[in-house]
């Protein structure tokens, strides 16, 4: 095993578990904001089209989740370990929130004498799992104390005023991300009404973020280095950048009456957030102490998977974009058949 | 609720429950997913409208079968993490790779084709959709080729090495890995026991519409289908787990030890239980019924061979017995079950009254949900028994959980023991709901809106009729259910 191929596929392991966290964030980003908004809309006729435009998609956008799960514990089985004890009590929460958000998207229609149960359990279960990723999220920025090979800490450090804040921004983003879609599949009033909403996550999604980067800066007197002093400024300043010049052209798609456009910016928005996450915990995969190579699976593992990846990756993609292509455009009236 | 219960008991009551739980789904939608692709190929070749309504009528059930399979499949796949992290950490090398190929290969595949499946039937033409319910129904085979393929390699470990820091790490060849001893059993039986809780399920819903109307040809297609899946495959069944019972004897002789009661070694010719009481205390069999020598006919093919006991196994090494004897022999007693149901159709349907005979039908009904608990018991039988190792003469049980506090895990036990039992009793609710209806012509399939037809998109519909279906609509276009209350 020569050190040097093993850095390599170590690297390249990351960039696939973060695509994968990327790829689930923003697809079911946007299932999940379409739950947190429901209630918003119409009982009745906005609301079957609103869960019709993702029926077809979402089985296949939580997929993701498992890959992003199931990777880290093949290609980081240390990192896997630490996390979930440390985050239990969210991952839980975020699973059972999983739970009743699936399973109503078949039981609405099978049951009109509880619809409105079962469309309540719907945007509940779409905002714990949203708040419990994000909060999750911040609960690994913050750093997980780690000793031996195990979580360390104590039972409520996913508990503070970041990690709220994290999981707030997430609720904002995916709901930022459901309007944005629910612009793009509707028309009428109900994609009036999806305009207004997208507005309003937006400027919430960019002020949480803001508030998030500011806390990071503050909170770790590495990211401050990282993010404020040279040479590594030059790297990580085009994200802050960038992030601001895609934050106006939404806010400016969103006064038009562009479809799908405030729905691929919203997209472009949370690729830099990830990016500007990643410029944060860099090398590290469970900040502070632990590094991608600390945590990584041997070079077997490592190789035999990026193999199936390899295969099965560009399948993967080309059959998932198939499956939207059939159900483009804007969503049928009765729900797709 | 769970007072005076360690963390380590509550975490693996949680994961037993979790997976019993999950396991019902894949063990159905595995079968009813190449019953559906069945049933839409010979729609094809035949053009019999008879079979597009059966694929519709068992398209609705599997949608919500699906759907419940997936979110507790989500469970598991963390539960790893959460609840057995040490395991993971230490195993992760060997069986994260297998996990992580059958997300690539198996759930992707199927959630990829399941829009196209339940809702493309009219974007994208017959053709195309049958390749979509194949590609589904590919991907639940493939997926219980994967996480059969790790269960097995934790019961039978080979090809690894020991790394420094404590990990699985995996050897030379990952086909040595994947292809197990005992994985090649292992998946036949659980693959067959799938076919058959299915077979089952169908020919007890046509068992309950034939009883009402002996008439009803669709009642009758899906009733002589699954007495043909009965017939055939469960004797071959029967097969199958006898070898896989031999594979055990080889690899994992507790585990036998266990599910044949035999506490103490007989030295020329075991006999085989038939009943008894399990006193692990005591080691022995209480209130033993048994049949000389048949289990070491059975086992050895030889009725005075000897057959080692627990007599010869260190206590700590033993699994619990009492689960394990029992587990076995009411899967065992299922099985023979269905077997004879199998043979009585196939009487019947020689006789020409396969649709006549009442009490065939009564029975295939009685028989409809067997295979589930049969299902549930073979697990029992094989995870119990492999106790008290989680990666089988490697790693304890015992040493393989996460550094979590017993209110931690007890609360979490909790919630999920509320929300599985009020979620999924609902879909099985729904579920017995759908299949409570009899199947007819023009059956709707999984329908998403309030009304039939299909449009294409964009259109505002203008007010419809349609005779098959049990909804109206008013001039203004808003739906109105039958159901609905007042």
Known sequence: MSPEINIDLTMIWAFIIAFAVFAYVVMDGFDLGIGILFPTFDPGRERDRAMNSIAPVWDGNETWLVLGGGGLFAAFPLAYAVILPATYPLIIAMLLGLVFRGVAFEYRWRDPSHRAFWDGAFTLGSLVAAMAQGMTLGALLQGIEVEGRAYAGSWF??????????????????????????????????????????KRAAWATLALMGAVSVYNVLLNTDYAARWLTAPEIYFAAPVPILTAVVAIAMLRALKTDRHSKPFWLALLLFFFGMAGLGVTIWPNVVPPDVTIWDAAAPERSQVFMLVGVAITMPLIIAYTAWAYWVFRGKVDDEGYH | MFDGLDALLLARIQFAFTVSFHFFFPAFTIGLASYLAVLEGLWLKTGKGLYLDLFKYWVKIFAITFAMGVVSGIVMSYQFGTNWSVFSDLAGPVIGPLMAYEVLTAFFLEAGFLGVMLFGMNKVGKKLHFAATLMVAL???????????????????????????GQFMPGESWLAI????????????????????????????????????????????????????????????????????????????????????????HPDGAPLYLFGIPNDEEQRLDYAVGIPKLSSLILK??????????????????????????????????????????????????????????WLHRAALVMGPSGFLAVLCGWITTEVGRQPYVIYGLLRTADAASPLAAPAVATSLLAFILVYFAVFGAGVWYILHLMHKAPHVGE??????????????????????DPTDATTRDLSGTKREPEERP
């Open chain 2, 301 to 358: 093919h030889d009725l005075d061979a000897p057959l080692a006991g627990l007599d010869t196994i260190p206590d700590d090494e033993q699994p619990p017995v009492f689960m394990v004897f029992w587990a076995f022999r009411i899967m065992i007693a299922i099985g023979t079950a269905m077997m004879a149901v199998g043979v009585w159709s196939l009487l019947a349907r020689w006789r020409g009254k396969l649709y006549e005979w009442r």
């Open chain 2, 444 to 465: 709707l399939g999984a329908k998403r809106g309030d009304k039939g037809p299909i449009r294409t998109a964009g259109i505002t519909p203008g007010p419809t009729q």
């Open chain 2, 139 to 165: 991907g639940t085979f493939v997926s219980a080729f994967w996480i059969l393929s790790v269960n097995s390699w934790m019961q039978t470990p080979v090809g690894f090495e020991m790394g420094a820091n």
């Open chain 2, 178 to 265: 994947i292809f197990n001893p005992s994985f090649p059993y292992r998946l036949v039986h659980t693959v067959l026991a799938a076919y058959l809780t299915t077979a089952f399920v169908v020919g007890g819903v046509g068992a309950w519409h034939l009883l009402y109307d002996k008439a009803n040809m669709h009642a009758r297609k899906m009733f002589s289908m699954a007495m043909w899946m009965a017939a055939i495959v469960a004797p071959i069944q029967i097969v199958a787990g006898d070898m896989h019972g031999l594979n055990t004897l080889e690899h994992q002789p507790q585990k036998v030890m266990a599910m044949e009661g035999h506490y103490e070694s």
């Open chain 1, 157 to 198: 450090d996913w508990l503070t005023p970041y990690t709220l804040l994290t999981g707030l921004g997430t609720v904002a983003g995916y709901a930022l991300l459901g309007a944005t879609w629910l612009i793009w599949k509707l028309d009428g009033d109900a994609q009036a009404h999806a305009r207004k909403l997208a």
